[in-house]
């Protein structure tokens, strides 16, 4: 064997099993956790494009146009809600974690105070969604309203203390989905004002 036959075997041998490694199962198992995003019914294109937010409500609505057959204003609303629903609930629970982690009381103050806004925008938006359902469009528009504010005051209480905010995009991004949910449903009430 020539001198450099033997290096050559060896880096052979490693490719293989670094190969074997990286099989078409293995590559499967990885890629696997992360689903591709349903495509974006263009009918909910056309009702998002009615807001203030379009990207925010195509991305909101896509995980749930899926399920509904009917794409109208009433379905899109929908779609929102619960989109803004299960939204708040991942920050609900994102902020609890971070709570448990914070050394500085203003911002463990600040986020405690959130929590309480974070439930009373929940509160806020079923009421909203049962004065949608009873064609009441005032207490509708006013309950998402209140929503908005509980998102930004919660933002509020950082500004006081002036210290930095780590909820505030994540705020920032539940009043638009909640400013969506009122610019869809005002669709279905257009003659009322």
Excluded: W
């Amino acid at each position: 064997m020539r001198p450099g036959s033997t290096l050559l075997l060896l880096i052979l041998a490693i490719s293989s099993a670094v190969l074997t490694l990286a099989s078409s199962t293995t590559v499967l198992k990885v890629s696997h956790h992360h689903k591709p995003l349903p495509l974006v019914d263009p009918r909910i294109v056309t009702f998002c494009n009615q807001t203030n937010h379009p990207e925010i409500c195509i991305k909101s609505a896509r995980l749930y146009g899926a399920k509904l057959r009917v794409i109208d204003a009433t379905n899109v609303f929908n779609m929102l809600i619960e989109a803004l629903q299960d939204r708040t609930h991942v920050i609900i629970a994102r902020t609890k974690a971070m709570a448990k982690t914070q050394t500085s009381d203003q911002v463990l103050t600040c986020i405690e105070s959130c929590l309480e806004y974070y439930n009373d925008a929940m509160d806020y938006t079923k009421e909203g969604v049962d004065a949608f359902v009873a064609g009441d469009v005032g207490t509708f528009i006013t309950r998402l309203s209140a929503a908005i504010t509980m998102f930004s005051t919660c933002n509020d209480g950082f500004v006081d203390f002036s210290i930095p905010n780590p909820l505030e995009e994540q705020n920032d991004r539940l009043m638009n989905m909640a400013g969506n949910c009122i610019a869809i449903g005002k669709l279905n009430f257009k003659g009322a004002y």
